[in-house]
């Protein structure tokens, strides 16, 4: 599947390179959802907050 849109996702990464997990958002009152940004640089001030590292998307895989 083609991204045609940049996709930035705020990751923690172990040291051996694999994502571990993704710093989820979301209040007391709201359902967790994982930080993906449009914008580079909305991606970067979210990781200033969160920690962990920001990630290009590159591809996609639909499932069934």
């Known amino acids: 599947m ?3 849109r940049d996709l930035y996702v705020v990751a923690t990464v172990g040291k051996d390179g ?4 993704y710093p989820k958002g979301g209040g007391s009152s709201a359902p967790a959802y994982i930080r993906a940004f ?3 640089k909305s991606a ?3 990781q200033a907050r969160l920690g962990g590292t ?3 998307v ?3 895989e ?3």
């Open 18 to 21: 694999h994502v571990i997990s």
């Open 44 to 46: 970067k001030r979210s």
């Open 38 to 40: 449009e914008n580079l």
């Open 2 to 4: 083609e991204i045609r």
């Open 62 to 64: 639909e499932v069934e």
């Open 54 to 56: 920001v990630l290009r």
């Open 58 to 60: 590159v591809e996609f």
